[in-house]
Nanobody, 123 residues
Framework: QLQLVESGGGSVQPGRSLRLSCAAS????????IGWFRQAPGKEREGVSC????????DYANSVKGRFTISRDNARNTVYLQMNFLEPEDTAMYYC????????????????WGQGTPVTVSS
């Protein structure tokens, strides 16, 4: 069974950091682009970041540029999202998803989704 499992979410104060992990089971991530998405209560899901299978190409939503960093460790079959200088507006359920290279992690091409990990940023 192909699965992605997110972890690392939690509740933090504004300005603090979290690192999310996306681990694969049942398949190897190294052949897939991986995207991070988030959905805040009452809002549509939005793309946060995307990394190519090699790690050589990375994209970020404007709202997180300069604060979030996506990376991958194919030997560990895991992709990470380092989130620094968190803001209340970052509060959401965060999901990772796997899809083919060359599609910029567009949702229509994504093949496997995780169940999500919650992030709450509040003072």
């Amino acid at each position: 069974q192909l699965q992605l499992v997110e972890s690392g979410g939690g509740s933090v104060q504004p300005g603090r950091s979290l690192r999310l992990s996306c681990a694969a089971s049942g398949f190897t991530l190294e052949h897939y682009a991986i995207g991070w998405f988030r959905q805040a209560p009452g809002k549509e899901r939005e793309g946060v970041s995307c990394i190519s299978s090699s790690g050589g190409s990375k994209d970020y939503a404007n709202s997180v540029k300069g604060r979030f960093t996506i990376s991958r460790d194919n030997a560990r079959n895991t992709v990470y999202l380092q989130m620094n200088f968190l803001e209340p507006e970052d509060t959401a359920m965060y999901y990772c998803a796997a899809g083919p290279d060359g599609t910029n992690c567009r949702e229509g091409y994504l093949e496997v989704w995780g169940q999500g990990t919650p992030v709450t940023v509040s003072s």
